[in-house]
Structure formats: structure tokens, C-alpha cells
């Protein structure tokens, strides 16, 4: 960058030393003229009026030498040029040779579109019609003003270069850079080293980049971030909006929230909307849910072609119902479809319906409220309650009632009634305030959705998690391989605790597939709704509830299937170990038998899928390799040209050979 400033200084140097052949500069009109004795070339002049190729000089007094043909001028000094520019300053020393004019205290520089320059000493070519400071100086446009230590600045283009300590600023922002081109009459300010841009809201950091302070919109190309509090967007080039306040960011995209619900997303194309504090993540999108076990830390590493994220009302959120079988109960779980389970869109809050008379119906309890029912009639039986006293045979003490002062409600003082206003107030404030304000970041996936993790790995057509209740939700076909395991339902919700996978939902139509290495013969269990707990992050146990059949192989010592058994009833119980599925028994109204392997006709349950292939097999799935720079292309090398078989020796003729006149070309340079 510096290279290229001293390029256009010598660029300066150059238009000025090229300029066409000097002019003598005339004097129009003046109060008064001195000869001085020793050189009659020298002249003094009262409020003179010259003129030089066009531009006006005017001041108050000035010095004319006619032999050196220079112009300096003192007091309410005016240059004014054809095209409508003026400068006003204190001083004014001209050569008319070089065209050249320094102008010194209260410069002031002003285009014929209304741009002003004040500095307090500025050097102007009125042929070239530039104009240099280098010890401050400001320009005021359309509402921006700029200053910087040294600056440059061309009438004809409107552009005007500034140099270290660069500052814009103006009612919506204001720009701190290192090195800027600014143009006038576009309004648009260019960067050519780290650059601050500081909105009411919001900061861009860029090392290359423009902003336009009329439509307030920003380009950065290099070393690019936004902030706006605690998010933040990343990338190799960035755009944004300051208006509609919307960002967009491309190639090696991350966005950070460091606020109390951290997130990181990356991918190689982002858009952030900051009146939502949205962001939308695509072109190979991943997210890492950091999860830890006694020994070590991992994660979850999850994609889609899409992620979104945002910030919503905890009030707003829609929690789902993980109402999980309890094997100490021994009660079934409803799998009547969830509420929450809707993955496209953030559920409305939903009116209260007008009052229907109807016949009354009584509310199917849940578990936990038969379970606490059960609990009272138990408590009941042990602690009979006391026997009720007649309440005709207890005098009522209507009398002594009527002794009792009634006590006093109302304040003594008006300092007391003020005072009891604004504590009211306060609390009815604070109370609203913590509704607005409490809000609960959620993470939505949209389509071919990939979950990693080093022992469970997932895939779905959509997913949803939120930090309310730490739950993944996936929607859409989802299915989970967990020790040695294929599971699958409609809507499978996992749910961490402490960092830590802690248990498992899989609800309607939950299958469960499981082989023993290259075997072809399947375990299977399916249900209604099933249930799996997790240990230490690994998957211990999984309850299969409702409607509840499974077939499981029994093996020799070799391996080899002997018989198969065949079990239905309402609840199985299966337990994992060694990473793999080890018993599978029956708790609740079961039946079942054992089938030679033989006589075995059906070994696969209706609904029963396998796919092995759809399971990621490691994060590289997730998290996509960086973007390699592009390198220019190289040129072709020429194969080289066979020569052709050496012919037999011709007789002597006595001529010498003709020579050939092909040359062979060097091989391009790769």
C-alpha cells in the first residue's frame, strides 16, 4: 500500500513538470501601483485583480514580479477558476511558471458543487487542479465531514486521497482508516489498510474495502469482521446494509454469539439479520455442540444444507413433551402426536377459543399426576384424616366479632400514598421488563441433516435444538446408530444434561435393528414410543413401550444362529454393553417363544429398515475441507515432436544439401 501512495505522489510530480509553456500573469485592475527604486520589476499593489490562465487573484495587497512572473498576494486572498472553484485564504505566494499556489492560514477550498477543504496550508496547481496538505486538513460534504493528517484532493474527479489518521464522520457513523479515497460527488469512500466503520449499532472492521455514507453500505475483501454487541460475522468478503441492517458474508464463513447462549456456525456463505439477531448458515454449514464425559471432551458436530438461528421469547417457546417410560411405574406413554413436533416453523401463540357449553368430559391424566394420585390414597389409608366436627353444634362467635378493630389500610401521610405508587409501579415495571427481555437461542437444520458424534452418529431431514431444554429434535425419516445399533421413528428427540447425552425419545413407530459382525440375521424391537437412557454419554438401556414385539437370534459359541425368539406384549427392556446390544427381556404382559432356526419363516418384522450406508462415517462428513486459494493457471507445455525414422543415405550428388527452413519453437514455459 505504500508502494502505490508514493506511485501517485510521483504521478503529481510528473502532470506538474509536463504543464504546457508559461504565461505571464496580468494585472486587470488595482487601487494603486509602486515601482520600487532598486527593481523596477517589482511591483507593489494596492486590492489588485490579476488574472493567469484563466484564474482570478484578488487580495488585499499584493507583490508582482514581472520578471520572475510570481504573484504573492496578503490578506482576504481569493483564487477563483472558470469551472467555479474558490480558495480563500491569509496568504497566497504564486508562480505562474508552475502554476503552482501556496496558500497559507485559513485556507478555505470550495468546488463548484459545494464541497468544502479547510486546512491552514495548502499547496494548489490551477492547471492541474489539485490540491495537497500535509499537516491536517477537513473536508466537508453533503453532511460528511473528513479529516486526516495529509490529503489530497482533485477538483476535476472529485476524488480526494487521504493519509493517516483518516476520520469520516457523520450522523449515522463514523469511519476510522489508515488510508482512503473519497469521492464528492458519489459520496463513496474507499480503504487501502485496517479500517474501522462505527454505526449506532453496529462495527465493521475490513483492510480493503468501500462505504457509501449516503446508502450506508459496506464492502470489505480482506480481513473482514462485523460486530453488532456479542455476534459476530466472518469471511473473506463481507457486505452489509447498515439501513435494512442485513449482512452477508462469503467463503470461510463464522458466526460467533459470545453472549451467555454461545454459539459458533460455519460455512462458506452467511446472511445476518440484525433485527432479529438472526443468522442463516449455507454452502456446507456445520455447528459443534460440545458435550464432555468423565475422561474427555467431545462433540457434536451437526450439517445440513441449511442452519438458521436466532433468538426467541422464552415465553414464545413451545416445550416438548419427553414424558419417558419409567420402569419403576411400569405404566405405558402416550404417543399422541407432540405439539412441539413441528419442524418447519416457530409455533404461533395461540388464542384462547371462545366458550362452547358442552357436556363435561373428563381430562386424561398424565403419568406423573396418576402417580401422585397414588401416592395421596396411600399416604390416606396410613394417616387416617380426623373425624369432621358438626358445625351446628359450634357456637359461632358472632359477639366477639364484632370487638375486633377493623384494621387500617389507609396511608397517614401523602409521602406514604407517593411512596406506595412507586413501589407499585417499580414492581409492575420490573416484572414486564424480565418478560421482554429473557430469551432463549434455538438452532433450526433443513434437509439431509448430518449428526456426528464419536460414538453416535444420526441423519434426518430436518433437526431442531434449542438451549431452553437442550433437546435435538429430528424430523423427517431420522434415524440414530448408537452401539453396534440402527434406531429409527417419526420424531426421535435426544436430550443433553450437563454437557452430557442423558436420555433418548424415540416417538411412533421406534424400530430398533441390530447385527452381529457380517451376519445377515437381524435383532429387531419395535413399539409405540421408546425410551433410551444414557451413561457417561454411552447408551445403556432403551424401554420399548406400547404395542411391543421383537426378534432376537440365539447363537451358538461359534456365533452361528440356532433358534430364533419371537416376543410381544406392551414392554421390552433392552440393555447395550461392549457397544453393542446384549439382552433384550420382557417387563410388562409379555409372551413369546423360541423357534428353531429351521423352521424360522419370518425373521423380519413389518417396517423393518437397514441402512448402513446412510451413516456418517466420520466428521470430514461434517465439516468440509477449507477452500483452497486459487492459483493462476499454468500455460501448456508442447509435447515433444517424434522425429521420423532415418532414411537410407542417398548417392553423393555433389551439391550441398538445401537446408531447411523451419525452425523449431522453444516449448511454452509452464
Do not use: C
Request: glycine residues 6%; positive net charge; without cysteine.
Amino acid at each position: 500500500m505504500k508502494k502505490w501512495f508514493l506511485l501517485f505522489i510521483v504521478f503529481i510530480g510528473l502532470s506538474s513538470a509536463y504543464a504546457q509553456q508559461p504565461t505571464r500573469i496580468s494585472l486587470l485592475s488595482s487601487d494603486q501601483v509602486q515601482v520600487t527604486n532598486n527593481n523596477k520589476d517589482l511591483q507593489h499593489i494596492g486590492h489588485p485583480i490579476a488574472q493567469h490562465d484563466g484564474s482570478t487573484l484578488a487580495s488585499d495587497s499584493a507583490n508582482l514580479n514581472l520578471k520572475l512572473n510570481t504573484f504573492d498576494a496578503f490578506g482576504h486572498v481569493v483564487i477563483t477558476q472558470p469551472d467555479g472553484t474558490v480558495i480563500y485564504s491569509d496568504l497566497l505566494n504564486y508562480d505562474g511558471n508552475t502554476h503552482v499556489a501556496v496558500l497559507t492560514n485559513n485556507v478555505r477550498l470550495v468546488d463548484k458543487d459545494g464541497a468544502v477543504l479547510t486546512t491552514n496550508y495548502l499547496t494548489y496547481n490551477t492547471s492541474t487542479k489539485i490540491g495537497t496538505y500535509i499537516n491536517n486538513g477537513k473536508i466537508e460534504n453533503k453532511g460528511d465531514v473528513l479529516t486526516s493528517k495529509t490529503g489530497y484532493y482533485f477538483v476535476n474527479t472529485r476524488d480526494a486521497y487521504f493519509r493517516y489518521n483518516v476520520v469520516i464522520t457523520n450522523k449515522d457513523a463514523v469511519v476510522k482508516a489508515d488510508t482512503m479515497r473519497y469521492n464528492t460527488g458519489t459520496s463513496m469512500a474507499y480503504f487501502y489498510g485496517p479500517t474501522h466503520i462505527y454505526g449506532k449499532e453496529d462495527t465493521i472492521h475490513t483492510d480493503f474495502g468501500d462505504y457509501n455514507t449516503k446508502t450506508r453500505q459496506a464492502h470489505g475483501y480482506k480481513n473482514n469482521l462485523y460486530q453488532q454487541s456479542t455476534k459476530f460475522l466472518r469471511g473473506d468478503s463481507i457486505f452489509y446494509d447498515d439501513i435494512k441492517g442485513f449482512g452477508r458474508a462469503s467463503r470461510n464463513v463464522v458466526f460467533l454469539d459470545t453472549g451467555s447462549q454461545k454459539i459458533m456456525l460455519y460455512g462458506q456463505k452467511g446472511f445476518y439479520n440484525r433485527l432479529d439477531s438472526s443468522a442463516l448458515i449455507t454452502e456446507h454449514p456445520y455447528v459443534i455442540l460440545l458435550t464432555q464425559d468423565s475422561s474427555k471432551v467431545d462433540s457434536i458436530y451437526m450439517t445440513a444444507d441449511s442452519l438458521y438461528t436466532r433468538l426467541i421469547e422464552k415465553r414464545n417457546f413451545v416445550r416438548v413433551s419427553m414424558e419417558r417410560f419409567d420402569p419403576d411405574e411400569g405404566e405405558t406413554v402416550s404417543d399422541e402426536p407432540d405439539p412441539a413436533d413441528k419442524p418447519r416453523r416457530l409455533l404461533p401463540v395461540k388464542k384462547p377459543a371462545p366458550k362452547v357449553v358442552a357436556r363435561p368430559v373428563e381430562k386424561k391424566k398424565s403419568r406423573k399426576e396418576r402417580k401422585q394420585e397414588k401416592k395421596n390414597k396411600k399416604s390416606e389409608a396410613e394417616n387416617p384424616p380426623a373425624p369432621a366436627v358438626d358445625s351446628v353444634a359450634v357456637k359461632s362467635p358472632v359477639a366477639d366479632s364484632a370487638k375486633v378493630a377493623i384494621p387500617r389500610v389507609r396511608p397517614k401521610t401523602a409521602a406514604q400514598i407517593a411512596d406506595s405508587i412507586r413501589v407499585d409501579s417499580l414492581r409492575r415495571d420490573s416484572v414486564k421488563l424480565s418478560l421482554d427481555t429473557t430469551k432463549t437461542r434455538i438452532v433450526l437444520a433443513y434437509h439431509h441433516v448430518k449428526i456426528f458424534k464419536s460414538d453416535l452418529q444420526s441423519v434426518s431431514d430436518s433437526a431442531f435444538y434449542s438451549y431452553k431444554d437442550s433437546i435435538i429434535r429430528s424430523y423427517g425419516k431420522p434415524m440414530i446408530w448408537s452401539q453396534g445399533s440402527q434406531l429409527s421413528a417419526d420424531t426421535i428427540y435426544m436430550q443433553l444434561k450437563n454437557k452430557k447425552l442423558d436420555n433418548m425419545l424415540l416417538r411412533r413407530n421406534g424400530f430398533i435393528v441390530s447385527t452381529e459382525g457380517d451376519s445377515l440375521e437381524f435383532n429387531q424391537v419395535k413399539g409405540k414410543v421408546i425410551t433410551g437412557y444414557f451413561r457417561n454419554n454411552e447408551l445403556r438401556e432403551m424401554y420399548v413401550d406400547g404395542n411391543a414385539e421383537s426378534i432376537y437370534f440365539i447363537r451358538d459359541s461359534l456365533l452361528k444362529p440356532t433358534s430364533l425368539n419371537t416376543t410381544t406384549g406392551s414392554v421390552l427392556r433392552i440393555n447395550f454393553g461392549d457397544k453393542k446390544l446384549k439382552t433384550v427381556t420382557g417387563v410388562h404382559k409379555m409372551t413369546g417363544r423360541v423357534i428353531p432356526i429351521e423352521d424360522a419363516r419370518e425373521k423380519k418384522l413389518k417396517g423393518f429398515l437397514w441402512r448402513p450406508k446412510d451413516r456418517p462415517k466420520s466428521k470430514d462428513e461434517i465439516v468440509p475441507p477449507s477452500p483452497k486459494k486459487k492459483t493462476p493457471a499454468k500455460a501448456p507445455v508442447k509435447a515433444p515432436v517424434k522425429k521420423p525414422a532415418a532414411k537410407p543415405a542417398a548417392k553423393p550428388t555433389g551439391k550441398a544439401p538445401a537446408q531447411s527452413t523451419d525452425t523449431k519453437k522453444p516449448a511454452a514455459k509452464p
